[in-house]
């Protein structure tokens, strides 16, 4: 597809039609949602509710979905080549905050790869433009990963939407995101690699991403496939993935205060702990796809304190981001800079609270497991 990884500039070049169709629909749904969604921003919760939270993630996330599935309804030629869209991360599993990265992944032959791309990258930045974060932010993590082969120049890439010279739209990657372009259009894009891939980390270390999929657009056919995989699941293998996980909670943390380093440690690391335990009660309650909230509201966790502080610890993350956004510090695991954030001490007390109640659903999967 591209050919040529050291490019600094890259045009996607569109027709009058494709043109005209980018930005009619650009407009519409920025202003059906983007002010709606916006509004999320001015929710200014000075103190914790568990049931605000709850309420205020499940709306967010209600309302983003709308948006995805209505945009795709629009591409006919999503149609008519059989593309299957999904979510993965935060908005599949309803712990998105408001400046979350959105994951996207798209399924189709990839005989129809030259007639599609140039309408998915429009897909891309529609979301992009109508939530109000960086087209960086929007990711297709899974397609990346079908091969990390990728050698290139240290330059940040620039993407242009391009008619003429007086018509186009651009944005920026990182030098060390750029990969994540490329690959997403140059891997294959089948339901036969996608399928390699998740019966691989099936078989392996089965962690939550390979069970928590929302479905934008072909959901019968992405759903039938989905059950095919779950077969893979080996339930007789929880107690070595528990010990997994729990290697995991009680590694040390070394602490700075470098942004990429409390992002990483605070989001990337310990959120994997969260959702890869409750992962594990999925398996051992023998379900299927899942989220959050429908785990956690389980019987399993009659007994323990755990929901509460979940919840609480997503909300302090969720604060910490809106400190970042709002004094343009950029919350990523790639980019270096210190900050000076009042409430790091309370975020790692209850971090270490969250890892202890943790620690607590392995045991008792563990005893439930050899009775």
């Known amino acids: 597809m591209f050919k040529d990884y050291n490019v600094d500039v890259l045009d996607i070049k569109f027709n009058n039609y494709e043109w005209k169709k980018l930005n009619y629909l650009a407009n519409k749904y920025y202003l059906k949602y983007h002010y709606q969604l916006d509004e999320f921003r001015c929710e200014d919760d000075l103190d914790f509710s568990y049931d605000k939270e709850v309420d ?9 979905k709308m948006f995805l599935k209505e945009l795709a309804a629009e591409f006919r030629v999503f149609k008519l080549f059989s593309v299957s869209i999904f979510v993965t991360g935060s908005f599949a599993r309803f712990s998105n905050k408001i400046n979350s990265d959105v994951d996207i992944h798209f399924l189709y032959s990839d005989v129809f790869k030259r007639f599609i791309y140039k309408y998915e990258e429009m897909y891309f930045y529609i979301v992009s433009y109508v939530l109000g974060i960086k087209r960086n932010n929007i990711h297709s993590v899974i397609t990346t990963k079908l091969n990390k082969k990728f050698n290139s120049n240290a330059n940040p890439l620039t993407v242009r939407l391009y008619k003429d010279d007086a018509n186009y739209i651009s944005y920026s990657f990182y030098e060390n995101t750029k990969k994540r372009f490329f690959l997403q259009y140059n891997n294959s894009k089948s339901y036969k690699a996608f399928n390699k891939y998740i019966i691989r980390e099936i078989l392996n270390e089965n962690r939550e991403w390979a069970h928590n999929f929302y479905v934008v657009l072909n959901e019968k056919r992405f759903n039938d496939n989905y059950s095919k995989l779950i077969k893979f699941e080996d339930r007789n293998r929880l107690i070595d993935l528990i010990e997994n996980v729990r290697k995991n909670i009680k590694k040390d943390v070394k ?28 398996m051992y309650n023998n379900k299927n796809l899942y989220t959050l909230n429908e785990v956690l509201n389980s019987s399993f966790f009659d007994d323990l304190d755990i929901k509460f502080n979940i919840y609480k610890y997503l909300w302090l993350v969720k604060k910490l981001s809106l400190y970042c956004l709002n004094n343009n510090i950029i919350y990523s695991i790639h980019v270096h800079g210190d900050i000076n954030y009042q409430n790091l001490e309370q975020l790692e007390n209850l971090r270490l609270v969250v890892c202890n109640n943790l620690l607590d659903v392995l045991k008792k999967l563990r005893m439930m497991i050899n009775e």
């Open 56 to 64: 205020f993630i499940n709306r967010h996330n209600f309302l983003v």
């Open 255 to 282: 602490l700075n205060n470098d942004i990429s380093v409390i992002k990483r440690v605070y989001q990337q690391d310990m959120f994997a702990n969260i959702y890869n335990t409750l992962n594990l009660v999925r």
